[in-house]
């Protein structure tokens, strides 16, 4: 009786140790200087969504093995927030709607941009700052299970950004994992939630 439990420890142990190698290397391919996980044609212009009529690359949400490490949580406040800016993109058929999430009164902010499948938290690359936090943010992010992607959006700007498919829920753990460890959010700091299209 003991030895199928023995036989079945031994191998979520092995595969717990293949989970945690391949997020190694996930995390190394980011702080590698030329990363570009997925390469993506954006020749036209620059937009945070494909261009009408191309059929965006869905990636895996979250990565197999990863996903029952718990995020940083929010506060009910700040949870409560963010869940209105997630509601406000989430399967969005237009894919025009847009919500950012800033910390105030600093500034730092992740945006969320409507897909008809799901949600993208995008975080641009556009200020010294945000370049200086892409890394650290992105090695939170592959921690937690997820997969962030360089995307090029033209005429030199870029972004990473990471599809979320799966439900609102994985969408609000990146959230909170972004503005808890990646921008340091206290439980008592405020955000400020701002929509509309792009």
Request: with cysteine.
């Amino acid at each position: 009786m003991n030895g199928p439990l023995l036989r079945w420890s031994a191998l979520c142990f092995v595969a717990g140790l293949a989970s945690l190698a391949a997020q190694e290397a996930e995390i190394e391919l980011f702080e590698a200087e030329d990363f570009t996980p997925l390469q993506i044609d954006d020749s036209g212009p620059p937009s945070l969504l494909d261009p009408a009529g191309r059929q965006a690359p869905r990636l895996p949400s979250v990565l197999p093995g990863v996903d029952t490490r718990p995020a940083p949580r929010l506060s009910d406040q700040q949870a409560a927030q963010a869940n209105s800016a997630i509601d406000h993109v989430w399967n969005d058929t237009t894919e025009r709607t847009v919500a950012v999430i800033q910390i105030e009164p600093d500034g730092d902010f992740v945006q969320l941009i409507g897909m008809s499948t799901g949600a993208v938290l995008d975080y641009p690359l556009a200020t010294d700052r945000q370049r200086l936090l892409a890394q650290s943010i992105a090695a939170t992010l592959v921690k937690y299970g997820y997969t962030p992607t360089r995307r090029d959006l033209g005429e030199g700007q870029q972004a990473m950004q990471v599809p979320v498919v799966s439900a609102k829920e994985d969408l609000l753990d990146a959230v909170a994992a972004v503005l808890v460890e990646g921008f340091s959010l206290r439980p008592e700091g405020s955000l400020k939630i701002i929509t509309g299209e792009q």
